[in-house]
Structures are given as structure tokens and as C-alpha cells.
């Protein structure tokens, strides 16, 4: 190390990081472990802002991390997509509530504690006009069924993500991206914006044929009560299919109502990060939602996969349909989903998983630090 980068990383070290990942699914959360991992391994202390499942999956990676307890947006999702929209329409108030509270919450943390630089992953409230703040969203374009909406949505959001000092996409920037025009829309916010390469918690393991244990790990996610119907699809037909299936509910261990199961299958309810990455490597085949998350993870894996779109997340339906359109995975509906047929069709899909390039998250975090 020469003397100027013995300088420069004294300069961006030692700080004190809040950070704070939104509610809506555990995606936010978990893609936030590779930032925090990489925060404390430059000397960091990152302090984390939560609820408590958020707190439960963050401590079991980082025991060490001071967490103060902060409610999330707590949006209710309904049973049947087509009226999801009205749901979330009258939810807005709640919303906007919840946008505000984080808000004064801030204030009054920044005003008792000593923080250099703030991280809010898609926490619309949770800026400072005092400190540096990052605003980290995939979703920089909402999708909606009328380009009208999309654009009014669009307004909304920047408006929003103005009020941080700068904007992290966990994407790639160029035509060979993972979330479409989902992350790279027309016009970007006014705030300095980069494209921080995708975020995973997992690392590339080393196994062989042999090594695989399950033909098929289903991993079951996202918000109630579409996360029970989707289970309850799947424990119905997984006696029917002649495979080894590996099914992680998505569920804390203390808030899983016992099931029984099928001969065929090994059920638990949440697995923690290295053991869920050994389970994804000695899977032939993952079935999971299409959240970003999720799909960042499974492709920096090369790991071929059905995605299942949670019913009215338009988001999910988006990636589903782009994923498939690329060859990268086989979207399928939640309410028609056959496992018999998705296996079948999964043994003659031609894959073509993407190389996905060099991460470059530790550099960019140095040149923001560099310019907050």
C-alpha cells in the first residue's frame, strides 16, 4: 500500500454509518449484509435501524451490531391481484405517516448520536438535511399499466430521492443489466446516481455433481398473505412429483405453524445465510419469487430457476416476464402453477445464464464516502 492510499483509506475509515432497509419483503434487508460486510471490513462501525424481524435475520450475520428499533411501512397486501391496487390506494395515508415518523425519528437520532454518513434502502423519510445521505432503490422506474401512471409514479419517486445527497442502483449500468427499465429509466434523479453492480450475500461454492442433494430447492418469500397460498399450492402438489425438494418457507422459526411433510421433501422454516447458500449450491434447480433480491442472488450463482411473481406486484410480473423473455429463468403464474409441468419444463429450457462482471461495490463506496 503506497502513502497516498494509506491516506486516503485513514480519511474514509472510523466512520459511523446508520443505515436503515425498508419492511416491504426481506429483500431490502438481506441485500443490504454485502454493504454492511463490506462497511466494517473497511473499519466502519455501521449502526442499523430496523424492526425486529429485520434485527432477527441482520444478527445472526452481524451479532456485533448495535441496532436501535425503528418500524418499517407495514403495507397489507390483499388475496386477489386485481384489487391489490385499491389496497395500497387506501393504505396511502399510512403511508405517508409512516414516511414522517421516520422522518422526526432521524432528527431526533442524529441530534443524540454521532453519525457521519446515513444509508436508507428505499426509506423515502429516512434522510438528513444535516448529514450525508444515500438513497439505495432498484426502482427508479414503477411500473404501472399506463405510461401516464408510470410517469405521475415516477415524479413521486424522484421527488423523494432528490432530498438524498446521492443514489445507489444495484445494477449494472449499460445494456447488459439484471432489473431492465426498471433501474435504468429515460431520465434519472438530479442527484448523483451510480450503478453499484448487483448485491449478494453469497459467495460461490465449490461442488460437483455428486454433491447435489435436492433436485429442486423452493424458496418461498414476500409478504402475507400471498406467501401462505403460495406454500399451500405448493405442499398440495409436491407429494405428486417424483423429485427431492428442499422447501424453506420463508417463515421465522418462532412464527412457523407446524406442517407435515411429504416423503419427498425436506421442509424448514428459515435458513440462515451460509446455510441457505449451501442448500442453493446443492440444488439442481431453485423455484423462488422473482424479487430482485432473490434474482440478483441466484444469478451471481449461475443457478437456473423458475420465478413465481407475487400476485399484483407489478415489479415481479416485470422481472418475470424479462427474465424468460432473456432465456435467464422461467416465469410462471402463481395461480395456474403447475409443479409437475414447471419441472418438465425446466429439464428442456434453454438457459442462458448471464456472466455477470467484476463487483465494484468497495470502490464505490470510497469515491461516494470521497464526495459526501
Same mark, same amino acid.
Given at each position: 500500500?503506497?502513502?497516498?492510499?494509506?491516506?486516503?483509506? +485513514?480519511?474514509?475509515?472510523?466512520?459511523?454509518? *446508520?443505515?436503515?432497509?425498508?419492511?416491504?419483503?426481506? $429483500?431490502?434487508?438481506?441485500?443490504?449484509?454485502?454493504?454492511?460486510?463490506?462497511?466494517?471490513? =473497511?473499519?466502519?462501525?455501521?449502526?442499523?435501524?430496523?424492526?425486529?424481524?429485520?434485527?432477527? !435475520?441482520?444478527?445472526?450475520?452481524?451479532?456485533?451490531?448495535?441496532?436501535?428499533?425503528?418500524?418499517?411501512?407495514?403495507?397489507?397486501?390483499?388475496?386477489?391481484?386485481?384489487?391489490?391496487?385499491?389496497?395500497?390506494?387506501?393504505?396511502?395515508? =399510512?403511508?405517508?405517516?409512516?414516511? !414522517?415518523?421516520?422522518?422526526?425519528?432521524?432528527?431526533?437520532?442524529?441530534?443524540? +448520536?454521532?453519525?457521519?454518513?446515513?444509508?436508507?434502502?428505499?426509506?423515502?423519510?429516512?434522510?438528513?438535511?444535516?448529514?450525508?445521505?444515500?438513497?439505495?432503490?432498484?426502482?427508479?422506474?414503477?411500473?404501472?399499466?399506463?405510461?401516464?401512471?408510470?410517469?405521475?409514479?415516477?415524479?413521486?419517486? %424522484?421527488?423523494?430521492?432528490?432530498?438524498?445527497?446521492?443514489?445507489?442502483?444495484?445494477?449494472?449500468?449499460?445494456?447488459?443489466?439484471?432489473? $431492465? &427499465?426498471?433501474?435504468?429509466?429515460?431520465?434519472?434523479?438530479?442527484?448523483?446516481?451510480?450503478?453499484?453492480?448487483? *448485491?449478494?450475500?453469497?459467495?460461490?461454492? @465449490?461442488?460437483?455433481?455428486?454433491? /447435489?442433494? %435436492?433436485?429442486?430447492?423452493?424458496? !418461498? @418469500?414476500?409478504?402475507?398473505?400471498?406467501?401462505?397460498?403460495?406454500?399451500?399450492?405448493? *405442499?398440495?402438489?409436491?407429494?405428486?412429483?417424483?423429485?427431492?425438494?428442499?422447501?424453506?418457507?420463508?417463515?421465522?422459526?418462532?412464527?412457523?405453524?407446524?406442517?407435515?411433510?411429504?416423503?419427498?421433501?425436506?421442509?424448514?422454516?428459515?435458513?440462515?445465510?451460509?446455510?441457505?447458500?449451501?442448500?442453493?449450491?446443492?440444488?439442481?434447480? !431453485?423455484?423462488?419469487? @422473482?424479487?430482485?433480491? #432473490?434474482?440478483?442472488?441466484?444469478?451471481?450463482?449461475?443457478?437456473?430457476?423458475?420465478?413465481?411473481?407475487?400476485?399484483?406486484?407489478?415489479?415481479?410480473?416485470?422481472?418475470?416476464?424479462?427474465?424468460?423473455?432473456?432465456?435467464?429463468?422461467?416465469?410462471?403464474? +402463481? &395461480?395456474?402453477?403447475?409443479? #409437475?409441468?414447471?419441472?418438465?419444463?425446466?429439464?428442456?429450457?434453454?438457459?442462458?445464464?448471464?456472466?455477470?462482471?467484476?463487483? %465494484?461495490?468497495?470502490?464505490?463506496?470510497?469515491? /461516494?464516502?470521497?464526495?459526501?
Amino acid at each position: 500500500m503506497n502513502c497516498h492510499t494509506a491516506t486516503f483509506m +485513514q480519511k474514509f475509515n472510523n466512520k459511523v454509518v *446508520l443505515l436503515s432497509p425498508l419492511d416491504w419483503g426481506l $429483500g431490502h434487508t438481506t441485500r443490504c449484509i454485502a454493504i454492511i460486510r463490506l462497511l466494517i471490513d =473497511k473499519g466502519n462501525t455501521v449502526l442499523v435501524a430496523c424492526n425486529h424481524t429485520q434485527k432477527t !435475520i441482520l444478527t445472526d450475520e452481524f451479532p456485533q451490531l448495535e441496532f436501535f428499533p425503528l418500524e418499517g411501512y407495514n403495507i397489507v397486501y390483499s388475496k386477489n391481484k386485481k384489487v391489490l391496487p385499491l389496497k395500497l390506494l387506501i393504505q396511502l395515508p =399510512k403511508l405517508l405517516s409512516a414516511i !414522517i415518523n421516520e422522518h422526526l425519528w432521524l432528527r431526533k437520532m442524529v441530534k443524540h +448520536q454521532k453519525i457521519d454518513i446515513i444509508i436508507s434502502d428505499n426509506r423515502f423519510g429516512f434522510y438528513s438535511k444535516r448529514i450525508p445521505c444515500v438513497f439505495i432503490t432498484h426502482q427508479l422506474t414503477i411500473k404501472a399499466p399506463f405510461n401516464w401512471i408510470e410517469s405521475l409514479l415516477r415524479r413521486i419517486n %424522484y421527488s423523494f430521492i432528490n432530498r438524498f445527497a446521492a443514489c445507489w442502483v444495484p445494477d449494472f449500468e449499460g445494456t447488459q443489466n439484471i432489473a $431492465g &427499465t426498471l433501474s435504468h429509466p429515460k431520465r434519472l434523479p438530479l442527484i448523483p446516481t451510480q450503478y453499484i453492480g448487483p *448485491l449478494t450475500r453469497f459467495t460461490p461454492l @465449490s461442488v460437483n455433481n455428486e454433491s /447435489t442433494t %435436492y433436485d429442486c430447492c423452493i424458496i !418461498i @418469500s414476500g409478504p402475507e398473505p400471498q406467501r401462505s397460498l403460495l406454500e399451500k399450492i405448493l *405442499l398440495a402438489q409436491l407429494p405428486h412429483v417424483d423429485k427431492r425438494f428442499l422447501l424453506v418457507r420463508g417463515v421465522l422459526h418462532h412464527q412457523a405453524p407446524a406442517i407435515i411433510s411429504p416423503t419427498n421433501t425436506t421442509i424448514v422454516p428459515h435458513l440462515k445465510g451460509q446455510a441457505l447458500n449451501q442448500a442453493i449450491h446443492q440444488s439442481a434447480m !431453485i423455484i423462488t419469487r @422473482s424479487g430482485y433480491t #432473490s434474482v440478483m442472488e441466484l444469478l451471481a450463482l449461475q443457478k437456473k430457476m423458475i420465478v413465481i411473481p407475487t400476485p399484483g406486484q407489478t415489479e415481479q410480473e416485470y422481472l418475470a416476464q424479462l427474465l424468460t423473455e432473456r432465456k435467464w429463468a422461467i416465469g410462471m403464474e +402463481q &395461480t395456474s402453477f403447475q409443479l #409437475s409441468e414447471a419441472m418438465d419444463m425446466a429439464t428442456d429450457f434453454p438457459f442462458q445464464l448471464p456472466l455477470l462482471a467484476k463487483d %465494484y461495490l468497495s470502490d464505490i463506496i470510497d469515491q /461516494t464516502f470521497a464526495k459526501l
